[in-house]
């Protein structure tokens, strides 16, 4: 149905022709043109109108014009009667005059003790038993959620449900935004314009307000929330005028909001670290400073093998050696220490119940998903059984445009109301941090934070960082819970990679933690200040180890990033391909952060100081440093005892060769002893013996890692894509972890 030309089609009106009284757009774009004239309207009484289902709505010379959803009942043939001159009888919908009928009269307050919930009672949306039931749950959670939130998780109402109950029980007139050829007409008004740059785009999302009209005394808005009365006064004190308010649903200022600010955000998705922070930034792999060094270095070793090859190779194999003697050092330091102390921050019952459920804030949950179609169930259940108020959950799905079966699939899902879908544009870099800085810029919580598809994080994980955050000073920007597998005993593979989580959250980070030193961050699980993040630019789309990175940059800025004694289960890979896929890109990252971040060395050593520098040397820099030099070593060492040549006798002599041998035990005892522990300490009794077998799964992140290299120069933002779902049993026995974080029935 289409709005109809009056002047024009006025010969064509009669009872067969269909009318729509819903607001449109002018020809010219310029504004917003409501076809009800409240003076018409006026001719009859309110309650003749909404009686009968009619409402006159315009004049055209001595002719009135009456919609009715019934122009044959003797209600509506009647008001004829009272009306002088020429009547004519045209059709509407039901809905578009009981609309038009909410904008001319407005609502009738609710009387004080009828309730929302009663309301939606008298209404048949939700039934007797259902509105007692929700009441009682509100009365046991505590947490301030109000009735229509409970009974929208419960999926027992809509979001429109909900608004025109709201409406009908403020005397405030209710509008869809959605519904209709000309529902977002306004977004173009000319007059508007200034408006939305009245504020931030934030302060649209987190008060769930959009303008609709402005004239020389009054600003007409649509809330989801009429009573958010910090919104009211802030726009009434900028306008310098009344304010004629109207209820909507929430997805209606959704759709609004993600439309007008659709190619804003595109593109800071992409641009704003490199707009801001351009030094911070991967877009260009390696400065001009640090690519002419590199050639001078490469010139000098290629002169000092023609001219000088023993005391090069001398030299050279020094370096190395020294450099990957420091690192199993620095391995084994790290591990001593975090098992003679509990470096991570334990959270009891009782700090959590010491906080009121009701100054809960909204927490915004970031889950990038592409292709993840096969995981979105394990996915919702993980959602859903979160420990924390539903109401202040926003949740935000970001899917990539051209994923069509994961977009259908969540649209098939039944997703609770507290979860959005975003699309995320198509552009490049396709990359996971790209998807997150999209859902960022329209995260209404106060707190962020980023799970991965396969992800079941303990239930309470989002209630132990709010509470470490409020026991913290400012500087505290981010929380780390620990990650692990839930399917580690799948395969060999599988056994290390758990393995190795085990040694990195139990054993180094809480290590880095303890002794100020920049912690890298896990690819989920970051608890983030919202307010923190967006001052740092966000994530670095053009990095594939957008966490690590971040948890450098915050260092620099003078943050803090704690680890905590939560898990999240995620799902090992058990295939040896997807695997590499996943390893290259994450030794790809670091070497990306690495050179980010050392193209100022001086700079760097003043924004971290000395123990931060050297920390970050040894994680970031070491880390791939050992898997890329691995297969060199063992490539000498097998040559050495082959054909002993004279060349190998004259450059690994002396000191270099028992520092050589020392490599060899600390480079094998430091990993072995690190995973070991690592097991030992998250109690995962049956990978101890595994943890023997390190020195082979060095083989396989030696492959990725020249991966990784080839990568980084021929295809340096390139996101290789992850396959979940090849676990074979995702229901296993909860896993002990002494009351801390008590593992999951999943």
Not at 319 to 346: C, G, H, N, P
Request: charge should be negative; glycine fraction near 4%.
């Amino acid at each position: 149905m289409k709005n109809v030309n009056i002047s024009s089609q006025l010969s064509y009106l009669d009872r067969n022709l269909f009318v729509s009284l819903r607001p449109y757009e002018s020809p010219d774009h310029t504004s917003w043109i409501d076809p009800v004239d409240p003076s018409i309207a006026n001719m009859v009484t309110e309650e003749q109108a909404r009686f009968g289902n009619y409402l006159p709505f315009q004049r055209i010379e001595n002719i009135i014009l009456i919609a009715a959803a019934d122009p044959d009942i003797p209600e509506v043939i009647s008001v004829i009667e009272y009306i002088e001159g020429k009547v004519v009888l045209c059709r509407a919908e039901k809905e578009d005059i009981k609309l038009a009928q909410d904008r001319i009269y407005g609502y009738q307050p609710s009387t004080p003790d009828k309730k929302l919930g009663s309301y939606l009672l008298s209404q048949g949306k939700i039934s007797s038993s259902q509105l007692v039931a929700s009441l009682k749950l509100q009365m046991e959670e505590a947490s301030g959620a109000k009735i229509g939130s409970i009974l929208l998780e419960q999926g027992l109402v809509t979001h429109w449900d909900v608004a025109e109950a709201y409406a009908r029980q403020k005397g405030i007139p209710a509008i869809d935004l959605i519904s209709g050829e000309n529902a977002k007409a306004f977004l173009y008004h000319k007059e508007l314009g200034p408006i939305w740059d009245w504020v931030d785009h934030r302060f649209w999302y987190r008060h769930l307000t959009v303008p609709l009209a402005i004239n020389d005394d009054t600003l007409t808005i649509a809330m989801v929330d009429p009573d958010d009365q910090e919104a009211i006064n802030n726009l009434s004190g900028i306008s310098n005028r009344k304010l004629r308010i109207f209820v909507t649903g929430y997805r209606d200022v959704m759709s609004i909001l993600n439309l007008r600010y659709h190619t804003e955000h595109e593109e800071a998705s992409r641009l704003d670290l490199v707009n801001r922070r351009p030094e911070d930034s991967a877009i260009h792999q390696i400065s001009r400073r640090q690519a002419i060094i590199f050639i001078v270095l490469a010139l000098v070793m290629i002169l000092g093998f023609i001219f000088q090859s023993q005391v090069t190779g001398t030299v050279i194999a020094g370096i190395i050696e020294l450099m990957y003697a420091l690192v199993s050092i620095f391995r084994l330091w790290a591990m001593t220490k975090a098992a003679s102390q509990d470096s991570e921050i334990f959270v009891s019952k009782a700090d959590m119940d010491a906080i009121p459920p009701t100054s809960l804030p909204a927490y915004t949950i970031l889950v990038p998903l592409y292709k993840e179609a096969s995981v979105l169930p394990t996915l919702a259940k993980a959602m859903k059984e979160l420990q924390y108020p539903k109401d202040r959950l926003d949740v935000k799905f970001l899917l990539e445009e051209d994923d069509e079966e994961t977009i259908e699939a969540c649209r098939a899902a039944h997703l609770p109301p507290y979860v959005e879908l975003l699309i995320v544009p198509d552009s490049q870099p396709r990359t996971k941090p790209k998807a997150c800085n999209y859902g960022l810029t329209k995260a209404r919580g106060e707190y962020v934070v980023i799970f991965d598809a396969e992800d079941i994080p303990d239930p309470d994980q989002l209630l132990k960082a709010i509470t470490i955050f409020r026991q913290s000073d400012d500087n505290m920007a981010c929380v780390q819970a620990k990650l692990s597998y839930y399917n580690e005993n799948q395969n060999i593979l599988t056994r290390w990679f758990t393995s190795e989580y085990a040694n990195w959250f139990e054993l180094l980070l809480p290590s880095l933690y303890g002794h100020d030193m920049p912690v890298p961050l896990g690819g989920t699980s970051n608890h983030l200040r919202t307010d923190v993040v967006r001052e740092m630019g966000a994530w670095d789309p053009y990095n594939v180890a957008e966490d690590a990175d971040l948890g450098v940059r915050l260092h620099k800025a003078g943050y803090r990033t704690a680890v905590m004694d939560s898990i999240t289960f995620e799902e090992a890979n058990s295939d040896f391909v997807n695997w590499v896929r996943q390893r290259s890109r994450w030794v790809k990252g670091y070497l990306q952060t690495w050179l980010v971040h050392m193209r100022h060395p001086v700079k760097l050593w003043k924004e971290l100081g000395m123990v931060g520098f050297w920390g970050f040397q040894m994680t970031i820099g070491g880390t791939p440093l050992q898997f890329l030099i691995n297969p060199i070593l063992w490539a000498i060492t097998i040559l050495w005892f082959l054909f002993q040549p004279n060349y190998m006798h004259e450059v690994f002599s002396g000191w270099i060769y028992y520092v050589g041998n020392l490599c060899l035990f600390l480079g094998n005892t430091s990993f072995i002893m690190a995973n070991l522990v690592g097991v030992i300490k998250a109690k995962r009794w049956s990978l101890a013996i595994w943890t023997l077998l390190t020195p082979i799964y060095w083989v396989f992140m030696s492959i990725a890692s020249y991966k990784a290299l080839n990568q980084l120069i021929f295809k340096p933002s390139y996101w290789e894509k992850t396959i979940h779902g090849l676990a074979k049993n995702q229901s296993l026995s909860p896993i002990d972890t002494q009351g801390t974080s008590q593992g999951l029935p999943l």
